[in-house]
């Protein structure tokens, strides 16, 4: 089956550092992805990873453990245009086509 | 650039009515999904298309009916609306599966409430 687990819930301090999990069980993986969402908006690229690794992009990163099923989303320098929701996706390729299984997505607060 | 597009982008609804949500994008994508959005939920795949004519069904298909009779155009419908079906709607594209980018593009959503 596919599962895709993040937490719920987190708060920071504005010019932190926030770390955000992922752990994701698919038998066809084709990819993981990083999306933002703010309320009441559709939800807007951040990052991908296909190979394990970090990939950087100015204060956001995203890491990724194949083997392990693992993925974070680090935010450096938080500010508080950063309160949103963050989704893992992850690529599945199983049924022979692209579908694209979201998590239940991590809401973040900022806090001043 | 229009993207993807979703009309309505509002529809109060009554139990037992029927709708159907357009969704087109002019990036001439062949992939088309339909997914709702519910508090805690996430983002859950109500029906899909691999391209012009074809259909599947996605992890919540039940209540809902589709078609992709042009390649630009996905068609999200409920025959016989519940307030269960009381959620965000949204459309999301990508090209080809060989030449496919690194995301998904999203319309702006569609929200339905069922009363």
């Known amino acids: 089956g596919q599962n895709i687990d993040q937490p719920t819930e987190m708060t920071a301090t504005e010019g932190a550092i926030v770390q955000i999990n992922c752990t994701y069980q698919?038998?066809?993986?084709?990819?993981l992805f990083w999306y933002q969402q703010h309320a009441g908006e559709a939800p807007t690229f951040l990052s991908y990873?296909?190979?394990?690794g970090l990939e950087e992009k100015g204060r956001f990163s995203s890491f990724l453990s194949r083997s392990k099923g693992y993925s974070y989303l680090l935010l450096k320098e938080l500010q508080m245009k950063d309160s949103a929701s963050y989704l893992c996706?992850?690529?599945?390729?199983?049924?022979?086509?692209?579908?694209?299984?979201f998590g239940t997505g991590t809401r973040l607060k900022v806090l001043a | 650039n229009a993207g993807v597009t979703q009309t309505p982008k509002f529809r109060v609804l009554k139990t037992g009515q029927s709708m159907t949500l357009l969704c087109a994008q002019d990036?001439?994508?062949?992939?088309m999904y339909w997914y709702r959005q519910d508090p805690g939920m996430g983002l859950r795949l109500i029906h899909y298309?691999?391209?012009?004519?074809?259909?599947a069904k996605g992890e919540v298909p039940d209540g809902y009916n589709v078609s992709r009779l042009k390649k630009q155009n996905f068609l999200l419908g409920l025959e016989s609306a519940a307030p269960s079906q009381t959620s965000v709607y949204f459309c999301?594209?990508?090209?080809?599966?060989?030449?496919?980018?690194?995301?998904?593009?999203f319309g702006e959503g569609s929200w339905l409430t069922v009363v």
């Open positions: 996706a992850v690529r599945d390729t199983s049924s022979g086509t692209y579908k694209y299984i």
């Open positions: 698919t038998s066809g993986f084709n990819g």
């Open positions: 990873n296909v190979l394990d």
């Open positions: 990036m001439n994508h062949e992939y």
């Open positions: 298309s691999v391209g012009e004519g074809t259909t």
């Open positions: 999301a594209s990508i090209p080809a599966r060989r030449s496919s980018g690194n995301t998904i593009y």
